[in-house]
T-cell receptor
Framework: DTAVSQTPKYLVTQMGNDKSIKCEQNLGHDTMYWYKQDSKKFLKIMFSYNNKELIINETVPNRFSPKSPDKAHLNLHINSLELGDSAVYFC???????????FGPGTRLTVT | GQQLNQSPQSMFIQEGEDVSMNCTSSSIFNTWLWYKQEPGEGPVLLIALYKAGELTSNGRLTAQFGITRKDSFLNISASIPSDVGIYFCAGHRSGGSNYKLTFGKGTLLTVNP
């Protein structure tokens, strides 16, 4: 199926650990994103890559580091996890910036 | 930062009723998008609007890009139980190279069978 996929679906870890979330899209899109959804369901952009180039980097702690090995993949690595990092993280993609974006199923991160 | 005011925050309706929700902004937007999110899933794009005044339908859903480019509405006709979810508006603001998509806070829709 054509889609945006991300793994894992659930991630439970302890404070201080380092973890990664992987994302892949097979839609042939040029632009990929990471969004964070908090407990109140508010969606906020974290990063955007266009053709492997970082375009948007919101005021996200530098413990969060995105990596785009190619146009179809955008991974998110998080160092020294904190309780406040608990949220649902969505990967997304769009053909071009400024168009409708398509979301993955999300990764629910719980930091204990 | 820029904000989208989405209303209502929540709605409880009976199956078969029509639903209307809207988003407004103090800024001009180039694109308006409407998404639906079900529990445990990512938001799904329902309708994308790219031109002021544009009226677009997707089945029982109809959305319009306001003439002033500062608002948009979504209507759902003859609601059914599977319409339950959170509906988000989103938009790309006009001007510069700002392609960040701004989201409203969502409208939680509950449909009683």
């Amino acid at each position: 199926d054509t889609a945006v996929s991300q793994t894992p679906k659930y991630l439970v870890t302890q404070m201080g650990n380092d973890k990664s979330i992987k994302c892949e899209q097979n839609l042939g899109h040029d632009t990929m994103y990471w969004y964070k959804q908090d407990s109140k369901k508010f969606l906020k952009i974290m990063f955007s890559y266009n053709n492997k180039e970082l375009i948007i980097n919101e005021t996200v702690p530098n413990r969060f580091s995105p990596k785009s090995p190619d146009k179809a993949h955008l991974n998110l690595h998080i160092n020294s996890l904190e309780l406040g990092d608990s949220a649902v993280y969505f990967c997304a993609s769009s053909q071009f910036m400024g168009q409708g974006i398509y979301f993955g199923p999300g990764t629910r991160l719980t930091v204990t | 930062g820029q904000q989208l005011n989405q209303s209502p925050q929540s709605m409880f309706i009976q199956e078969g009723e029509d639903v209307s929700m809207n988003c407004t902004s103090s800024s001009i937007f180039n694109t308006w998008l409407w998404y639906k999110q079900e529990p445990g899933e990512g938001p799904v794009l329902l309708i994308a609007l790219y031109k002021a005044g544009e009226l677009t339908s997707n089945g029982r859903l109809t959305a319009q890009f306001g003439i002033t480019r500062k608002d948009s509405f979504l209507n759902i006709s003859a609601s059914i139980p599977s319409d339950v979810g959170i509906y988000f508006c989103a938009g790309h603001r006009s001007g510069g190279s700002n392609y960040k998509l701004t989201f409203g806070k969502g409208t939680l829709l509950t449909v009683n069978p």
